[in-house]
Structures are given as C-alpha cells and as structure tokens.
C-alpha cells in the first residue's frame, strides 16, 4: 500500500485518537497502535536529538570557561 506522511502537532493527534476511541474497537485497534507506535517512535527520536544539542552545548561552555 502507498504510504505518505503528515505532520500534526501532538494536540491534534490526540483529537484524532480521541474521535477513533469513539468507533467499535475492532474497527479501529490497528490504527490506533499504529498512530500511537509511530508517535512514541518520533518523540523518543527527538528527545535524543535534543539532549545530544544540550550535551554538544554544556561541551562547548566548558570549553569556554576553561
């Protein structure tokens, strides 16, 4: 199946996992694990990159105050 992508805040995800909650659960299961499986995915990906930012900052103040 062709697949594209999206970009939504974290609010409007949400929204949408709110209103598939409100199907039959057969129904909607596999998206909702799929949705919420690629979110965590990206989430975790850019709390990495943003504490290896904080790391290569805190490297370059210590090697300011040196």
């Known amino acids: 199946m ?6 939504l805040t974290i609010e409007e995800v949400n929204e949408i996992l709110e209103s598939l909650g ?3 659960y057969i129904e909607v299961f ?3 694990n ?3 499986g690629q979110a965590q995915a990206q989430l975790q ?3 990495m990159r ?3 930012l904080n790391g290569q900052i805190n490297e370059s103040e210590i ?4």
């Open 2 to 7: 062709e697949q594209i992508s999206i970009n």
């Open 22 to 24: 409100k199907r039959p």
């Open 30 to 32: 596999e998206l909702i």
């Open 34 to 36: 799929k949705i919420q």
């Open 45 to 47: 990906a850019q709390k």
């Open 50 to 52: 943003q504490q290896e």
């Open 63 to 66: 090697a300011i105050e040196r």
